[in-house]
């Protein structure tokens, strides 16, 4: 469909799971009608983050013998360490909650538990005032707590630190502490070094040290929760938007991939960094070259963490495996080239070029507004994929790079004294909603904003 073109591997080629999709709703709806609570949350989450209910699900009980439906949808058994008696089903081919086999797990068509997903429930709790105990204390990689129970259903709050277990996995004395650590050394990480080399190897020997204390996937999380929370500070509508998802508890926890641009001399570096972590690649885009960039979508499985990582490219590099083999400087400079090229690399200086979160699309456009937020035309307009970026941050721009550019001929006088004088487009929050679980992107839709956010571009369009 729409990642034929962009991968020889049809596995990546993903299909539109409406049938699942309605069955997870159907099933979601049911318990809502039989929770006050959960109700009014689902309520509150459209009316005042612009958010889906389901976007915030992590699982669902049913009972045994809604076995055969689920396979039916395309649901397999996902082998994860469960209580006795327990069997947990995901979707391979779409992005949907997961469902929880167990006697006594539904009532007919209701599901006698569900659990949302917050960042932190801690803050979930705070947020809520909630009285109950929170099921393992901090370190501990699966905590819970009870929102309420009604009707016979439990509506509860789930924290998962790189786990998709439903029991607790065993963790070496002082955890607790490594976690602490690991955190801060991903927030004090040093970014900017006179040799972007430097700073490579500098992250690099971090990732390191940070895997010898808490593993890769603890390591993974705690990393990319930070790099979050740097491309906010950066990045005013994605305050705006996580204050109001804040005010209910939540965090990121809607997060759906996370876009890093590169320069060509450091791609394969970024590509081996989150390998590193754990990720395994997905689609590889050749957007020609007329487009002038590639990507390399990676995947997390237990943190459930997507990156897109793009670069420039060059008519020449589409014959080969960009996300391995080291580029050569280009003559010239595309769209993510000119950004690296003026902000640095997300790896590095820059952070990340923008946060994709699921949102209920329109309903956020409409209420970002209200917050003073400008978002721009959509660039996928799909039943199944909705995206939209808000207007983009403009950054200041160090004289040093523009000089650079300036003396090997990348950019014109008239553009470095824009650049000086008015900054560059920096960061932006994607708007984007999935429909029938579609886990793709649209090479096409993601060809047209590339070349509409290129800060040469937009100086043009503004002048």
Same mark, same amino acid.
């Given at each position: ?45 459209? &009316?005042?983050?612009?958010?889906? $209910? ?35 089903? +995901? ?37 809520? @005032? ?7 204390? $901090? ?35 002082? #955890? ?16 900017? $070094? ?28 705690? $990393? ?12 005013? *509508? ?6 109001? !998802? ?13 876009? #890093?641009?590169?320069?060509?001399? #450091? +791609? ?41 990582? /793009?670069? /420039? ?8 495996? #960009?996300?391995? @083999? ?40 409409? !209420?970002?507004?209200? &917050? ?11 039943? +199944?994929?909705? !995206?939209?970026?808000? @207007?983009? &941050? ?66 043009? *369009?503004?002048?």
């Amino acid at each position: 469909m729409t990642t034929a073109t962009a991968s020889r591997d049809a596995s990546f080629d993903w299909p539109l799971a409406y049938q699942a999709e309605s069955l997870v709703r159907d099933f979601i709806s049911a318990f809502l009608a039989k929770n006050s609570a959960a109700q009014s949350l689902a309520k509150d989450l459209s &009316e005042k983050t612009g958010t889906d $209910f389901l976007e915030w699900v992590d699982h669902f009980t049913l009972t045994p013998d809604h076995e055969l439906e689920l396979r039916d949808a395309g649901f397999v058994n996902e082998p994860v360490q469960t209580p006795i008696g327990h069997k947990v089903f +995901f979707h391979p081919r779409a992005m949907l909650p997961r469902i929880v086999l167990r006697p006594g797990g539904s009532e007919g068509s209701e599901p006698s538990k569900l659990a949302i997903r917050p960042e932190s429930v801690v803050d979930f709790v705070a947020r809520h @005032q909630l009285s109950g105990k929170i099921q393992g204390v $901090f370190g501990n990689r699966l905590r819970e707590t009870t929102i309420s129970v009604e009707n016979g259903c439990t509506f509860s709050a789930i924290e998962r630190l790189a786990c998709r277990d439903f029991v607790e996995p065993a963790t070496a004395p002082g #955890f607790a502490a490594a976690v602490i650590a690991v955190r801060e050394l991903w927030r004090s990480r040093k970014r900017d $070094f006179p040799n972007d080399a430097d700073g490579v190897r500098h992250a690099f020997g971090l990732q390191q040290e940070a895997i010898d204390q808490v593993g890769a996937d603890v390591a993974c999380d705690l $990393f990319f929760a930070e790099e979050r929370a740097y491309w906010e500070l950066r990045n005013q *509508a994605g305050r705006i938007q996580k204050r109001r !998802q804040d005010l209910f508890g939540l965090g990121w926890g809607n997060h759906d991939h996370h876009t #890093f641009r590169s320069s060509r001399r #450091f +791609f394969a570096d970024l590509v081996t960094f989150l390998e590193n972590f754990g990720f395994t690649k997905r689609e590889r885009y050749y957007a020609g070259a007329e487009a002038g960039w590639g990507a390399q979508i990676l995947e997390h499985a237990v943190t459930g963490i997507t990156v897109f990582a /793009d670069v /420039d490219l060059m008519p020449e590099d589409t014959e080969i495996d #960009f996300s391995r @083999q080291r580029l050569a400087e280009a003559p010239v400079l595309r769209t993510v080239g000119l950004w690296c090229a003026l902000h640095g690399d997300s790896f590095l200086q820059a952070g990340m070029h923008h946060l994709e979160a699921r949102f209920e699309f329109e309903n956020l456009r409409a !209420q970002l507004a209200d &917050e003073g937020v400008t978002t721009m035309n959509p660039f996928s307009n799909f039943d +199944f994929l909705k !995206q939209a970026f808000t @207007q983009g &941050e403009t950054w200041p721009v160090n004289p040093l790079r523009v000089e650079r550019l300036l003396q090997r001929g990348l950019i014109t006088k008239e553009q470095a004294t824009k650049f000086l004088e008015e900054g560059a487009v920096g960061s932006h929050l994607e708007n984007l909603q999935r429909r029938g679980g579609f886990k793709g992107f649209n090479q096409k839709s993601v060809s047209v904003i590339i070349e509409a956010t290129d800060p040469r571009a937009v100086h043009a *369009a503004s002048h």
